[in-house]
């Protein structure tokens, strides 16, 4: 056989272009990364994609074969989008459609995973190492459904076309625990396994002491150091309240960029932690003694793209907020029950909300006052703009900010009101409840119109399913609550 005939085995032969997959700057930066990868020495590549849960798949490559994925893709089965959060599969994927409806998903097949090159970067703590985010497509060339990166970037096409960009600034809050026992024995091995055994960092509910900062510092200079390497705008490094609670911002980020930086991140403190005998968890509420629940707080305003000012600032003295803002805001408000079931995804993320423990319970807005679902900061300032406080740090970043898009826009374009600012949040008791379990959110999500709408009946009845599958695993399970409750008193 001559050369010229051998195809690569790397996913299908021509797809990108054949496709049309990448638009004049990803061709660029795809070229510019392959001369990168022939004068640098990197020995591997992980090619990842985001899943369903906002975490990241995918697999490494030696630098060879990944030249060739900047051609031809890379294969992954699409059953992993038949994975509940514990790797359960929940859809019948070896019959025609796999249980997605999509005949082009039938019997655990594969997709395509396309690079994005503009998200490649280089791993500080992975020797040799350069890691990419991709974009998830069926064989027929067509985008994957299911695929969250392309739910937010077809909202956002939506906005560009409309003159706007969506600013989001990242305020996430983290716990880190040094791991006593891992856990690494086949008995452990259950599904999910059996967490590691831990201990806090320092002695907690000390906010923001300088005491405790000193006593975490070593471990958050290593996080700043590798965060800032990968090009990650890193504001702040705190500690929080709780035992070995911690937080970090970013700069304002446009929202893609945002949200490929949120998982970046958290895949990054993830591995390193574990690299140095640490563990980092997103769990909203560890079931561990006198933890403190952790948020995501999520910042974010509309910029005029033609010339670039904040579209939620004003110059009327008596306003707070652009008749936009306000709009956009009233949006939030309407649809916030159905936006919790992406905000708060797990069925853990609402003991964060039952317990109050200074998290919104009303879907409000204030001026200035954390107990508001909807906090407007920096009134009367260039930069103001609304802090969405009732999200929990597992949330998926896209479907995140999609759900909150896809809100807010639909108040601009109804001219909704928001109603005044209200300066007593928790006094609201006649103001729409948030859900209080991840049940009500997704009941609420069944029954909005808009999301529906805006990010396509096949993934909200797919998303549905998931969280249904989870919520019955759920009350299938015997909890430490109901053995002390009832197995001596009945």
């Known amino acids: 056989m001559s050369k010229q005939n051998i195809v690569s085995s790397i996913g299908l032969d021509g797809f990108i272009a054949k496709n049309k997959l990448w638009n004049k700057e990803q061709k660029q930066a795809a070229k510019a990364l392959i001369e990168r990868l022939k004068n640098e020495d990197i020995t591997y590549v992980r090619v990842t994609y985001c899943d369903q849960h906002g975490l990241t798949r995918g697999k490494m490559l030696p630098v060879k074969q990944f030249v060739s994925v900047l051609k031809n893709g890379l294969a992954s089965t699409h059953a992993i989008f038949a994975m509940d959060s514990a790797n359960n599969i929940f859809l019948p994927v070896f019959s025609e459609d796999g249980g997605f409806g999509n005949d082009e998903m039938g019997g655990a097949g594969d997709m395509i995973m396309v690079p994005d090159p503009a998200t ?64 690494l024995t086949m008995e452990a091995s259950t599904q999910p ?4 055994s831990v201990s806090p960092l320092a002695h907690a509910y000390q906010y923001q002491c300088e005491q405790n900062l000193d006593e975490v510092t ?15 705008p890193i504001r702040t490094l705190e500690d929080e309240w709780g035992p070995g609670q911690c937080e970090i911002t970013m700069e304002p980020l446009p929202a893609m960029q945002a949200a490929d930086a949120m998982v970046l991140m958290r895949s990054t403190l993830k591995q390193l932690a574990r690299r140095h ?5 997103f769990m909203c509420k560890p079931g561990l003694p006198n933890v403190y629940s952790s948020g995501w707080h999520l910042h974010q305003s509309l910029v005029d793209l033609k010339t670039g000012d904040n579209a939620f600032a004003t ?26 079931a992406f905000s708060n995804p797990t069925i853990n993320g609402y003991k964060r909300m039952n317990a109050n423990a200074l998290a919104p319970n009303r879907a409000v807005w204030s001026i200035d006052n954390k107990a508001a679902c909807l906090r407007l900061a920096n009134a009367g300032d260039r930069s103001v703009h609304i802090e969405n406080r009732s999200g929990e740090p597992a949330a998926n970043p896209y479907l995140f900010f999609t759900s909150q898009l896809a809100a807010g826009m639909e108040g601009i374009e109804s001219k909704r009101d928001p109603g005044p600012p209200l300066s007593d949040p928790y006094a609201q008791t006649d103001k729409t409840a948030l859900p209080a379990s991840l049940m009500e959110g997704i009941t609420a999500l069944d029954k909005s119109e808009l999301l529906r709408k805006e990010m396509g009946e096949p993934f909200v009845n797919y998303y549905l399913m998931l969280k249904r599958h989870e919520i019955h695993r759920f009350l299938s399970t015997v909890t430490d609550w109901e053995h002390k409750e009832y197995f001596e008193r009945y």
């Open 218 to 232: 070593p471990l958050m200079e290593l996080f700043h150091q590798n965060l800032q390497a990968l090009g990650l």
């Open 193 to 196: 396994a059996e967490p590691p």
């Open 315 to 340: 110059t009327d003295q008596k306003q707070y907020l652009s008749e936009v803002g306000q709009h956009y805001v009233a949006g939030l408000i309407e649809h916030a029950r159905a936006c919790t």
């Open 120 to 183: 490649f970067r280089l791993l500080p703590w992975a020797e040799k190492t350069g890691w990419v985010l991709s974009d998830l497509y069926l064989k027929s060339g067509a985008v994957m459904p299911f695929s969250p990166r392309a739910i937010l970037a077809t909202q956002l096409k939506k906005l560009h076309a409309k003159g706007f960009e969506l600013l989001i600034g990242l305020e996430v809050e983290f716990h880190v625990f040094k791991i006593d026992d891992p856990q």
């Open 277 to 281: 005998g640490y563990l980092v968890s």
